[in-house]
């Protein structure tokens, strides 16, 4: 059974600062890697794929790593805003349609 | 395009009592996904379908809960008689065909409280 971990439960930085997510699985043999974005009461967005050939995806102020020996991942948002205060979660695709999500990491940015 | 509707949005009901939640998926997407996401956990996929036909269920507590598709468009998940354990929040997801890499639009759940 698929394991996914993500660590620490909640981050707090100031405005500006780099943000380092991290998500680690117990079975590398994975389909792909999404990480999503939750906001408070909302449903879960999408912000990026990584295929298990690849080994990064970036989109904007975000990028993905992806080092499935390892069994991890990390999510790095570069100069974080308020606006990027949410909940982040790590979802490996076990199969080729079902995901196994983490519980997410909360970040705070403070202004 | 509209997003992924689900109603209501919060329900509150004693233990032992029924519920049902509805969806209504993006128009044209033919799966559907239910999830149930404990506070503090990420969701856990109760049952997938493409169009009105089941695709995966084994995560569903068939004894209470029961989910259909008529129709192959919006659909509803019961839970009867319900468990303080069932208090979450209850997600919808549509996707345009199955495959990991289709992208899920969610909807904004519908949060249980079992009391």
């Known amino acids: 059974k698929q394991e996914v971990t993500q660590i620490p439960a909640a981050l707090s930085v100031p405005e500006g600062e780099n943000l380092v997510l991290n998500c680690s699985f117990t079975?590398?043999?994975?389909?792909?890697l999404q990480w999503f974005r939750q906001d408070p009461g909302k449903g879960l967005t999408s912000l990026l794929l990584?295929?298990?050939?690849?080994r990064e995806q970036t989109s904007g102020r975000l990028n993905a790593s992806l080092d499935k020996s390892s069994g991890r991942s990390t999510l790095y948002i570069a100069a974080s805003q308020p606006g990027d205060s949410a909940t982040y979660l790590c979802?490996?695709?076990?199969?080729?349609?079902?995901?196994?999500f983490g519980a997410g990491t909360t970040v705070t940015v403070r202004a | 395009e509209a997003g992924v509707a689900q109603s209501p949005r919060y329900k509150i009901i004693e233990k032992r009592q029924s519920v049902a939640f509805w969806c209504n998926p993006i128009?044209?997407?033919?799966?559907l996904y239910w999830y149930q996401q404990i506070l503090g956990q990420g969701p856990k996929l109760l049952i997938q379908?493409?169009?009105?036909?089941?695709?995966?269920d084994s995560q569903l507590p068939k004894d209470r809960f029961s989910a259909e598709r008529l129709k192959g468009v919006d659909s509803t998940l019961k839970i009867q008689p319900a468990k303080l354990e069932d208090s979450a929040v209850y997600l919808c997801?549509?996707?345009?065909?199955?495959?990991?890499?289709?992208?899920?639009?969610f909807g904004n759940g519908t949060r249980l409280t079992v009391t």
């Open positions: 997801a549509s996707s345009g065909r199955v495959g990991a890499e289709t992208p899920l639009h």
């Open positions: 079975d590398s043999a994975i389909y792909n």
């Open positions: 990584i295929q298990s050939s690849q």
């Open positions: 979802a490996v695709a076990v199969n080729d349609y079902k995901l196994s």
């Open positions: 128009s044209g997407h033919a799966t």
């Open positions: 379908f493409q169009n009105n036909g089941v695709v995966d």
